[in-house]
């Protein structure tokens, strides 16, 4: 599923209600915060739901966040994703709000195969905007679904990494394991 974006009619200010869950993983914790309708606001290698709640939008920040447990099947992506299946966090919906190239640019990553890494030149034009290079790079920066919206899976024309908010140890490690799963 696609990014989605915040229907203009839409009055409220936050999500009411969100829940998190902490997934334990090769790489460490990752935890992933979702609003009321089971839809991911953010995610990424933390134990700290309150981390997350920062990089949510503020459109979307939830007013009010809990542990959950019924989140299972969330958990059982990333640990899909860990098992292999490389590509299962694309299946869940994702909500985020930012400018218009931002939502075409985390759109157009979701479907970044695994195993096949973009430059940062690449992305922009897969947002529809080919000069847009500066731009594709901050909408890498600016993503709050990690995995989900797997910004990992860019890198800089040269070849190199590139930043990653989570490090860039841990972008090689996950660029090293989707590509020795590609190549089995």
């Known amino acids: 599923m696609t990014i989605t974006a915040p229907d203009s009619s839409d009055t409220t200010d936050a999500t009411p209600t969100a829940g998190w869950t902490t997934v334990s993983t090769p790489d460490g914790p990752f935890t992933v915060v979702v609003n009321d309708s089971g839809t991911v606001l953010a995610s990424g290698w933390t134990s700290e739901p309150e981390y997350l709640l920062q990089l949510v939008h503020r459109d979307l920040r939830p007013a009010d966040i809990g542990r959950s447990a019924c989140l299972s099947a969330i958990g059982d992506v990333v640990d899909a994703y860990y098992a292999g299946e490389h590509d299962a966090p694309q ?48 909408s890498c920066a600016r993503n709050a679904a990690a995995l989900f919206v797997p910004c990992h899976r860019v890198l800089r024309r040269d070849g190199k990494l590139g930043g990653f908010r989570y490090g860039v140890e ?9 590509a020795a799963a590609a190549t089995n």
């Open 170 to 178: 841990l972008k090689q490690r996950l660029i090293d394991r989707e």
């Open 91 to 138: 299946s869940v919906p994702v909500f985020q709000h930012g400018g218009p190239f931002l939502e075409k640019s985390w759109t157009a990553l979701r479907t970044v195969r695994a195993g096949a890494p973009v430059t940062y030149s690449d992305l922009a034009e897969l947002a529809g905007e080919p000069a847009a290079i500066r731009a594709a790079a901050t």
